[in-house]
């Protein structure tokens, strides 16, 4: 701490650098244990480890500083605010990640087989079932994607039948399947 004392001497450190290295780290530290939920929520163990290790890490250094310097509301608020920009920077990084596997469920009036088709010749895998809902007879299709293409798969879906009905889960796991290349 001296040496920024040193460099920018205590008022800047106090009011402007340390806030803004308590903010970064908590920014990082958030980000990380976004992606250590997830990770732990599809069972990648090893990633959700090493990604709890840099969030306690970093958390405990962040918190140090806070606690060394318990009567600068800079440091409070720096505190928060990294926390709350780290869980907008870590649901982002994961959205574009789109790391694991969805269930895409759709129940459609329309006759279905053109939509069916269609992702199958994309080599989506579909399943389709004919069943009875509250309006009458309906096309139950069930489809499981990788998260990275489920907006295609929706975009599809609504191009073929608008009125769709579309859920989206996490899956945790699958076995066999008919996979795009």
């Known amino acids: 701490m001296e040496y920024l004392n040193e460099i920018f001497g ?11 290295l308590i903010f970064l780290a908590r920014v990082f530290d958030v980000t990380v244990g976004v992606m250590r939920i997830i990770y732990v929520g599809r069972g990648m163990k090893k990633l959700s480890v090493l990604c709890g290790f840099f969030e306690v890490l970093i958390w405990v250094i962040a918190i140090t500083q806070v606690m060394q310097n318990l009567s600068s509301w800079f440091m409070y608020i720096a505190y928060a605010g990294g926390f709350a920009a780290g869980n907008w920077v870590g649901i982002t990084i994961e959205q574009r990640l789109a790391v694991g596997l969805v269930a895409v469920r759709v129940i459609t009036r329309s006759d279905a087989e053109d939509l069916v088709q ?3 010749d994309r080599d989506y895998g579909v399943t389709s079932v004919a069943a009875r809902g509250v309006s009458g007879r309906v096309r139950l299709l069930f489809t ?4 990275k293409d489920m907006e295609e798969v929706i975009k599809i879906i609504q191009e073929f039948n608008p009125r769709a009905f579309i859920s989206v889960e996490d899956i945790r796991a699958v076995s ?6």
């Open 10 to 20: 205590p008022q800047v450190v106090a009011y402007v650098v340390l806030p803004l």
């Open 118 to 120: 269609h992702l199958r």
């Open 144 to 147: 499981i994607v990788k998260r």
């Open 176 to 181: 066999e399947g008919v996979f795009p290349r």
